[in-house]
């Protein structure tokens, strides 16, 4: 059984060795669904049709959905298109066009141990100012990953993301942010995306961390549609989320959720 990080109010899950290996396994899993999502999506599809895509695979291949009746949420993926920053719901009538960004956000659960990841993908042919957003919120994503290791404190990530997000002049949206993952969908701690002024818990090995840089073309201000789940933004620009598992190992971190190439 896993170990628990107590510190400031915040209860942080160390996975054991056996812990871990199912972790992997949910990564491989939801690593391989994400990478065929993305050769798979194409202008006039519906986001219904893309999450049964990706339900279909995650069976196929011996995980379990996460995402559905999570809080009530009916679908395998959260898929936010343009506007739409997360949570976006997959709908028949939803259909995808040449020029959008399209987000797809899914977890896996293999045998109990879950991984959560997230990849942003252009339909099609898209403008050069969205294939920047989206490069930027990779390098962000990367950046924090890099930092990752045991000793430092969770604001590092936090910071090294921003940095890279703020060169660029792009907004962060600062009430969603990264979080611990693997016994629960959402564990302690939340991982920021930006610098708050608080220093964070101490990270240490076998944590496990959804990192998520969530960045906007402009303004980071956003609002809930009446769905109560699609968060958009105010100012209709676009935004996108990527996201990688990762574990914190002896001397720096892992991605469990890597692509297949
Ligand atoms: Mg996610
Ligand atoms: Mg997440």
Redesign the pocket.
Known sequence: MATFWVENNQRISIKNKDELKLMKKSGEILGFVLYEVEQFIKPGQSTWEIDQFAENLILKLGGETVFKGYHGFPATT?ISVNEEV?HGIPKKEKIIKEGDVITV???VNYKGLIT???ITVGVGKIDVKLEKLINTAYKALEKGIQTAKPGIRTTEISKAIESVVNKEGYGIVEDLSGHGVGLQ?HEDPYILNYYDGEPGPLIKEGMTF?I?PIITLKSNKTKTLSDKWTIITKDNLPAV?V?HTIVITSNGAEILTKRPK
């Open positions: 959260c997360v956000d899914c977890g959560d990841s997230a969908l959804a998520e989320q996201e």
